[in-house]
């Protein structure tokens, strides 16, 4: 397979089986995780099994393993921008983790005041606003790769032809 093939393929991967599990996670977590209804109960270890499942996926896909030539300027751009976008999804998974643990304490009577919820939240928040840009720029590199298409079906890449808007 081809290096730009495998380096497209993670990303879709990472995409699909951790971004998009990661969002339903999200939704489910962010109706549960209001400081006013934390006496209720919760299933907090449910969430947080939840986001380290998905976390131990997206860290299994290794960016590094793909052998790209040092000529290939573009290709090293997008491996280097989703390396970063993996780094943040993974501080993004630990601060929901450290959430939904805190909640959980608190729910079981340990001292949680708002004021250390909050400062959790504001991290989670500040991460996830970090995440948004990175799948970004992952995105906005990875779709400059699929505007490519080939004169051949070479695994080399050789006669790569770019289509310009009113082509497509």
Do not use: W
């Not at 996670?25 to 109960?41: C, G, H, N, Q, T």
């Not at 959430?99 to 959980?104: D, E, N, P, R, V």
């Not at 991290?123 to 490519?148: H, Q």
């Amino acid at each position: 397979m081809d290096y730009r093939t495998e380096l497209l393929n993670m990303v879709n991967k990472f995409n699909i089986e951790s971004v998009e599990e990661f969002k339903e996670a999200e939704l489910r977590i962010a109706r549960d995780s209001k400081f006013k209804s934390i006496r209720k109960k919760k299933d907090y270890d449910g969430h947080v099994q939840m986001i380290r499942k998905v976390k131990s996926k997206a860290m299994r896909i290794d960016p590094k393993s793909v052998q790209i030539p040092e000529s290939d300027i573009d290709t090293t751009e997008l491996r280097k921008a989703f390396e970063k976008c993996m780094l943040t999804f993974s501080a993004v998974c630990d601060g929901y983790i450290q959430m939904q643990l805190a909640l959980k304490e608190k729910s079981e009577g340990a001292k949680l005041s708002y004021g250390q919820y909050k400062e959790i939240n504001n991290k989670v928040r500040s991460a996830r606003a970090k995440l948004n840009d990175c799948l970004d720029e992952v995105n906005i590199l990875y779709a400059n790769f699929t505007e490519y298409s080939y004169e051949d079906n070479s695994e080399d890449l050789a006669g790569i032809e770019y289509k310009t808007y009113d082509q497509l």
